[in-house]
């Protein structure tokens, strides 16, 4: 991508970590101060797009448990990223082809590329939302939501290396309680959050400086309250469900914690004759 970006309301002056995300994972849809901030991470963290290529294939493997495994039709993706290969729907629909996808994101590029570039699969559906994911309900209450989801059936909620750009862990926590009380049970929660529980002091305080905070395995641990863990529960996103091939990298070189969790369906009352 050129720097000389049509003005769709994108501020192209600051870094985001959207486009900083995807210069690290080799896409083009990025600038000049988002290259000289993902560089100036690397040099200090050289490990950083390994982190960022974990974080990615979490994801997938994610979605191909709830696709596959859980019987999920539905997600909202919150914080959703620019394209890249195998976004959330694309993994969905490869094995449900009828499954339906809301991806949401307050950065005008990726709201810009995503229309352009994530079409579904004709029995599925995807839709768009501009909006932030510390205004939950603006998120629930969206039009394109309500035309694309069934909100009385389970949805998988994807809060995919998101959560660690809301610096106030109170209200981090509520946003994910707003999101949860308004799903269905049977519903899923996936979370990958940076954490500094697997980095030397020195790399931790300096990483902690930037635009994202690291929060520890309890703190991580606070966003299933009240959900049921999928095995193998919090563990480095390297660690979760690799494939019987892959060889993951150390969690210090992807310091990343990722979980499942699924929000219980209450027991039904025994019928006596």
Known sequence: MTDNAPDYGIDTTRP?????????????????????????????????????????????RAVQYLALEAGIRQFIDIGTGLPTADNTHEVAQRIAPDSRIVYVDNDPLVLTHARALLTSDPQGRTAYIDADLNNPQQILDHQALRDTLDMT?????????????IPDGEQAYAVVQELLSQVAPGSYLVVSHATGDFLDEATRLWLSTHDFVFRDR???????????????????????RPGADDKPPPPDQ????GAIGRKPVPATREHHS
Do not use: C
């Open 16 to 60: 985001h970590p959207a486009r900083r995300y995807n210069y690290w994972l080799g896409g083009k849809d990025n600038f000049a101060p988002d290259r000289e901030s993902a560089d100036e991470i690397e040099r200090k963290y050289p490990p950083v797009r390994t982190a960022a290529l974990g974080n990615r294939l979490f994801l997938q």
């Open 153 to 165: 059936q389970p949805v998988a909620v994807m809060l995919v290396a998101v959560l660690h750009f």
């Open 218 to 240: 309890g703190e991580f641990s606070e966003f299933f309250t009240g959900l049921d863990l999928v095995t193998p529960g919090i563990v480095p996103i390297t660690a979760w």
């Open 254 to 257: 992807a310091p990343v914690y």
